[in-house]
């Protein structure tokens, strides 16, 4: 057995083996994401504190946002239109924004400019997302990967839970 897939299978934690071109990309895509998240919240569009939630609830489908960006309601998530790209993403379990679909969707997301994070294809995308899925770099919880060596720290700022709000001002 590969030696990076046993110490992930063991629970042992990963290699720190991530391809950094697919690690910028992953980062870059959050970060964008969280743009996303402000302008949401900035327009008065209740945060979820879970994907079931941000299904029920009940908004237009698409509008405008902050910043010329639009944005599509679908399902568990959000697709937010920037006036220089796109991110579609959508909420973990808990509200969580820092997850990412797939391959593919990370793909998607720089196609235009996957030159800048150093790929020539998507199948390059494909092939070093799979290398870190196999290495145990992403943990899966639903429909959604995280970086495994993530703080999990965004979440708490969109959070409505009050014992998470009492926490931060404690510190």
């Given amino acids: 057995m590969h030696l990076a897939r046993f110490i992930a299978a063991a629970g042992l934690g990963s290699l720190d083996v991530m391809d950094a071109r697919l690690e910028r990309l992953i980062r870059v895509y959050q970060a964008r994401v969280a743009e996303a998240v402000v302008l949401l ?13 941000w299904v029920l609830y009940r908004m237009p489908a698409a509008g405008r946002l902050g910043a010329g960006a639009l944005y599509r309601k679908h399902g568990y998530g959000c697709c937010v239109t920037f006036p ?9 379990d808990c509200g ?11 793909y998607l997301f720089a196609a235009d400019r ?46 409505r839970d009050p ?9």
């Avoid at 220089?84 to 973990?92: A, M, N, T």
């Fill in 41 to 53: 919240r900035d327009a008065s569009i209740p945060l979820p504190a879970s994907n079931i939630e």
């Fill in 84 to 92: 220089d790209g796109e991110v579609d993403f959508d909420f973990g």
């Fill in 96 to 106: 969580e924004i820092d997850g990412f679909f797939n391959a593919f969707s990370l």
């Fill in 114 to 159: 996957l030159s800048t994070f150093g790929f020539d294809s998507q199948r390059e995308v494909e092939s070093v997302f799979e290398a870190a899925l196999q290495a145990g770099e992403f943990r899966r919880s639903g429909s959604l990967y995280y970086l495994r060596k993530a703080t999990r720290r965004g979440r708490s700022l969109w959070t």
């Fill in 163 to 171: 014992s998470s709000r009492r926490r931060r001002q404690s510190r």
